[in-house]
C-alpha cells in the first residue's frame, strides 16, 4: 500500500495565484517527519519544509507553508503568489522515526507544477 | 551549505560495461544513499550507507552493488549495464538523528543511457 500518496499528477496555476499541492500518509508510528522537495527542471533535488508529528503549529517557509492536518493524515503544500520559477516537480516524503530502518525517506510520486503567465 | 557533487551530469555505456558513479559530499554526513528515477516511477532507492563500509540495500537493488571506502564518499556500481537501467541517477546525504537531521541534500544527478 502506499504510504504517501499524491493524487494530482499534473497542476496548473497563474502567476501570482496560490496553489496546494496535495499530500496524504498513512503510518501507524507516531513520531514522523513530513518533507516536501521540488525538482526543476534542471533535475536536482531542493528541500523546501518539514514538518515533525509533534509540532504545534504548521511550518513555513517564505512563500511556501505546509497544511498539516494530523487527523486527515494530510500535508498539502501551500505555495502562495505562484512565480514563473516555481514550475518544477514536487515531492512529498515521510520519515517515520521508529521505524526499523528510520534513515530512509518514504517518498511519493510527484506532482508537476506548471505556473501560467 | 552542504554541497553534494556527482562525477558525472550524463553518461553513455554500452550494454555488458562495468559502471562507475561517484558521489561525494563535504558535510561529514553519516548516511549516504542511491536513488533511480524514472518517469512516474517517482524517486526509488537503491542502496544507502550509514557508516564507512557499511550498506543496506533499499527497495530495488538487483544488478548494482555499492562502495563506502571513507566516509564524503558513496559510489554505485552496475557490474554488467543493462538498457533497464537507463535512468537518472540522484546521490543524497543526510546528518543523521531525528526530525530535521532526516532531510536529504541531494547532488546534482547522473543521467546515465546504456545502449
Known amino acids: 500500500a502506499q504510504k504517501i500518496t499524491q493524487t494530482q499528477p499534473g497542476m496548473f496555476v497563474q502567476e501570482k495565484e496560490a496553489v496546494t499541492l496535495d499530500c496524504t500518509y498513512d503510518?501507524?508510528?507516531?513520531?514522523?517527519?513530513l518533507f516536501w522537495y521540488k525538482q526543476p527542471s534542471s533535475g536536482e533535488m531542493i528541500f523546501l519544509i518539514y514538518?515533525?508529528?509533534?509540532d504545534q503549529q504548521n511550518a513555513t517557509e517564505g512563500r511556501y507553508s505546509l497544511n498539516f492536518q494530523k487527523a486527515r493524515k494530510s500535508a498539502n503544500l501551500v505555495i502562495s503568489a505562484s512565480q514563473l520559477g516555481d514550475s518544477a516537480m514536487y515531492f512529498c516524503?515521510?520519515?517515520?522515526?521508529?521505524?526499523?530502518?528510520?534513515?530512509?525517506?518514504?517518498w511519493g510520486l510527484g506532482t508537476s507544477l506548471a505556473v501560467n503567465p | 551549505d552542504v554541497k553534494v557533487t556527482q562525477s558525472s551530469r550524463y553518461l553513455v555505456k554500452r550494454t555488458g560495461e562495468k559502471v562507475f558513479l561517484e558521489c561525494v559530499q563535504d558535510?561529514?554526513?553519516?548516511?549516504m544513499f542511491w536513488y533511480r528515477q524514472d518517469p512516474g516511477l517517482g524517486l526509488r532507492l537503491i542502496y544507502f550507507?550509514?557508516?564507512?563500509?557499511?550498506?543496506e540495500k533499499g527497495d530495488i537493488p538487483e544488478g548494482y552493488s555499492v562502495s563506502r571506502e571513507k566516509k564524503e564518499r558513496f559510489s554505485l556500481i552496475l557490474e554488467s549495464a543493462s538498457t533497464n537501467q537507463t535512468s537518472m541517477y540522484l546521490c543524497?546525504?543526510?546528518?543523521?538523528?531525528?526530525?530535521?537531521?532526516?532531510?536529504?541534500?541531494f547532488g546534482p544527478g547522473t543521467r546515465l543511457t546504456v545502449l
Open positions: 543524497a546525504s543526510s546528518l543523521g538523528g531525528s526530525g530535521r537531521r532526516g532531510e536529504q541534500f
Open positions: 558535510m561529514d554526513h553519516e548516511n
Open positions: 550507507s550509514y557508516d564507512v563500509k557499511m550498506k
Open positions: 503510518t501507524s508510528d507516531p513520531s514522523y517527519g
Open positions: 514538518q515533525g508529528s509533534y
Open positions: 516524503a515521510m520519515r517515520e522515526e521508529n521505524a526499523g530502518n528510520n534513515r530512509k525517506l518514504i
